[in-house]
């Protein structure tokens, strides 16, 4: 069984029933095992490890192997997001210490001893309280402004639309994306179409079907959010939500 959170613009989930095809996505994503080493693969290399963070547009290839893991899907917008690019200083993952390791594992398989559901979201606050927040950048303005338009938005095609972007934040298309690229770490266009997927997922969360959620979410098509939810999760949306639990949203 997977049990799914939503952070945020993030998600998280503790499962020990996941087997995920190689991908990449605009997401920043953090693995930790409960006990013994990873079975993760990035760059199609296997890396020795209890606690990863793999970087975004990044190939990467995780199994379970039936044992309780969690993982974090982080955009890189978010606080979180912009802490975590901080420590992967550009290269493609990063190797948590074997002292936070040991600590964040011991928390891990405390909520797990418990067995029960609210054990967990103590835990996934722990999680997040283990990074120092102090010293992030902020955003351009100009990029603060699309962020704030996306989260506004009524998901039509008008306002996932570069140049909707472009006219509100007066540069032009080419110029607004290199610097929200720049900025995030993430093309505009990439984002636009994660944002979409969130918006689906938060359907999901609120007990909507595919077909509803993609609709919602301004996807063409139930097959248009299953194949970008393929492509960016190597699983399958209908896998994913027929073997899950949406606990909770904060």
Not at 167 to 172: C, I, V
Request: aromatic share 10%; hydrophobic share 40%.
């Amino acid at each position: 069984m997977n049990y799914i959170f939503k952070y945020g613009k993030n998600f998280m989930a503790i499962s020990d029933n996941i087997e995920a095809d190689c991908h990449k996505h605009w997401l920043l994503q953090m693995f930790l095992s409960s006990r013994k080493e990873l079975n993760i693969e990035v760059n199609g290399k296997l890396i020795p490890c209890s606690a990863i963070l793999v970087n975004v547009d990044t190939p990467h290839l995780f199994s379970t192997e039936g044992d309780p893991h969690f993982t974090i899907l982080v955009d890189p917008t978010t606080d979180l997001g912009r802490v975590l690019r901080g420590l992967l200083k550009g290269q493609p993952f990063f190797i948590f210490p074997r002292e936070k390791t040991m600590i964040m594992q011991q928390t891990f398989q405390d909520a797990l001893a418990q067995k029960s559901h609210n054990a967990y979201l103590p835990f996934v606050e722990s999680i997040i309280a283990q990074f120092d927040y102090s010293n992030m950048n902020n955003f351009d303005d100009r990029v603060i402004e699309v962020l704030n338009l996306l989260g506004n938005c009524i998901h039509e095609d008008e306002s996932h639309q570069i140049k909707h972007f472009s006219d509100k934040t007066h540069l032009s298309e080419s110029r607004l994306a290199h610097l929200f690229k720049e900025e995030t770490g993430i093309p505009l266009k990439s984002y636009v179409v994660l944002h979409k997927l969130q918006i689906a997922y938060q359907s999901i969360f609120n007990g909507e079907n595919i077909t509803t959620a993609a609709l919602n979410a301004g996807f063409d098509s139930p097959s248009h959010l299953a194949y970008t939810n393929k492509m960016m999760t190597g699983m399958s949306a209908t896998n994913i939500i027929r073997d899950s639990e949406f606990l909770k949203v904060f």
